[in-house]
């Protein structure tokens, strides 16, 4: 099992243009999110999911979007990207009992300039 | 709103030593959630503490929970070089709990370096 990939490992955008961050899991899990970790910081959750359709904003959310429309793929799209996206993206899932951890993907290095 | 904060943030030792890492947080929860990550890399999980007085163990590593001081402490034992990393604790929110999602606010994250 792959457990939890994200694409791509790295990745410089301009400012303005826009991408989608890929996040796959094969655990059949139905909880995803998505954190951006901040050089010497801990995580913030951007956004998550409880399900295929179902999303919702989490501690950060703004200049991103996510859809869910598989069990196994989460995307993240930044529109517009801004210097303050810069930042490391941590894609994790959990299964249902909440008295389980949240198991992370390799993440993603992004650079706005 | 849930602040979680961690001391030391930094914490230099020598191997064989005994050292502990706080993790306090502001407001009510009950589940408490400890990661390490290596330089450049992903988070790995290391401890789920559920209730008042949980404790767990594993090797040189052991975590405790108290609610009522709303403290969490990961204590290390004879520490050994391969324990160098940052640790995370992770609080998840209990005023947004619903559909059994977990969202967690993160400490700060303690940087650990062990010395031979």
């Known amino acids: 099992n792959a457990g939890v990939t994200q694409t791509p490992k790295f990745r410089i955008l301009k400012i303005g243009q826009s991408m989608t961050l890929q996040c796959a899991q094969d655990?059949?899990?139905?909880?995803m999110y998505w954190y951006r970790q901040d050089p010497g910081m801990g995580l913030k959750l951007i956004y998550y999911?409880?399900?295929?359709?179902?999303?919702d904003k989490g501690e950060v959310p703004n200049g991103y979007n996510v859809s869910r429309s598989t069990t196994e793929d989460f995307p993240l799209r930044l529109e517009l990207a801004a210097p303050s996206q810069t930042s490391v993206y941590f894609c994790?899932?959990?299964?249902?009992?909440?008295?389980?951890?949240?198991?992370f993907g390799p993440g993603t290095r992004l650079l706005v300039l | 709103e849930l602040k979680v904060e961690q001391n030391p943030l930094f914490l230099s030792m020598q191997e064989g030593k005994n050292y502990t890492i706080y993790c306090n947080y502001s407001?009510?929860?009950?589940?408490l959630y400890w990661y390490r990550q290596d330089p450049g890399k992903s988070l790995e999980s290391l401890f789920v503490?559920?209730?008042?007085?949980a404790v767990k163990q594993e090797g040189r590593l052991m975590a405790s929970l108290d609610t009522k001081a709303r403290l969490s402490t990961l204590h290390i034992t004879a520490a050994v070089h391969d324990l160098s990393a940052t640790y995370f604790c992770?609080?998840?929110?209990?005023?947004?709990?619903?559909?059994?999602?977990?969202?967690?606010?993160f400490g700060q994250g303690t940087r650990l370096t062990i010395n031979p």
């Open positions: 994790a899932t959990s299964r249902d009992s909440i008295q389980e951890t949240q198991y």
């Open positions: 655990m059949n899990h139905n909880y």
């Open positions: 999911s409880v399900g295929a359709g179902i999303t």
């Open positions: 407001t009510t929860s009950d589940r």
């Open positions: 503490l559920l209730s008042n007085g």
């Open positions: 992770a609080v998840d929110r209990v005023e947004y709990r619903s559909q059994g999602a977990q969202k967690l606010v």
